[in-house]
């Protein structure tokens, strides 16, 4: 069976293990597959990257609660009531 690689770049645990700041430094800021016997067992996301999709998960969600709430009727309020 094929696995599929959800990154540029893969890496064993081993050599993960043996240096895990080489391995990062390496992947230039993009994910690296951790690999066990071949076989992906994690991927490592360099925390600038992690942020990023965070960013754009919440986003996403913000987007999907506009889209369900545009068809709701406003509520008219001035800045004192706020």
């Known amino acids: 069976m094929i696995d599929q690689l959800l990154a540029g770049s893969g890496v064993s645990i081993s050599d993960l293990k043996k240096n895990p700041t080489a391995v990062i430094e390496a992947a230039g800021g993009f994910p690296v597959a951790v690999l066990n016997r071949n076989t992906p067992a994690a991927y490592l996301v360099p925390a600038k990257a992690w942020e990023e999709l965070m960013d754009r998960l919440e986003d996403i969600e913000l987007a999907e ?14 800045l004192d009531e706020l």
């Not at 609660?65 to 001035?78: D, H, I, S, W, Y």
């Open 65 to 78: 609660l506009v889209r369900a709430r545009a068809g709701e009727t406003p509520v008219r309020v001035t």
